[in-house]
């Protein structure tokens, strides 16, 4: 993700299951595309399963196999709106490669985080915005941190294998990597966090991120969009920091097919709605 943002476009579907844990271990079978979303009421339209603002939702989810993480939907307020933020919090330091403007790199972090912000946002220290939004949330130590317009509330999610993908997906502004420059206009922002129940090595984790862009791009041209992604675009992998290590991640190897379904799953229900 990027520290510039833009709104979604995005659908609420009826009948979104609000639990991940049931995809969430070790080789369980693939599973479709969720999506998460809130409506006015609480509840998802069509009689759908019901959806709880944030300070009604359970404090925790479980999620992933041998990453043991909670997510949670949590608000802040900034200046005359409460906004909504995504936080996964690890209970043991997890290992991490992300694109994100605060703890980008790779490295152990002990929390994502993924805040959603106005379309109107400008700000030049989008590093020291998110290191105080984690202060303020009272998550310890070194973590990860993204931004995004697209509505938080409505993030998709993918499974398979055991490995998570939750996605917020933005298209206000849908480009193509390798496109003439162009004046800085319009932006739209594709987060995505996967967990992945073991641990990959520091090559497996690069490749990880590269199996992924290329899933995130087939989604969106499942989608039918002539678009590689959008100019703003972050990711994170998170992965357990012990046990044996995996040396792939490529689209063909075991864990790197895992990430490459569950993420595709995720954007295309985003891009697709």
Known sequence: MGHTVGSPRQRREPGANPGLSRNCHRGASPQPAERRSHGPNGREGGGGVPI?????????????????????MRTRREGRR???LLVWRFAQPARMVASAPHGGGIGVRRWVLNAEVPASYGRRDPDRHLARLAVSLGL???????????????YTTGSDGGVDAVATVGLTHPILAAAPDAPAGRVGTINIVVLVPARLSDAALVNAVTTATEA???????????ATGTATDALCVACPDTGAQAAFGGARS?????????VHRAVLAGASS
């Open 254 to 262: 075991v864990w790197g097919a895992r990430i490459a379904r569950a």
């Open 52 to 72: 709880r603002e944030p300070g009604d939702l359970p404090a925790r989810e479980r999620l992933g196999g041998r990453v043991d993480v909670n997510q949670e």
């Open 82 to 84: 409460d906004l909504p």
């Open 140 to 154: 310890p130590g070194r973590g990860v941190g993204m931004l995004t317009a697209a509505e938080v509330r409505g």
């Open 216 to 226: 995130k791009t087939q989604a969106l041209r499942d989608a039918g969009l002539d």
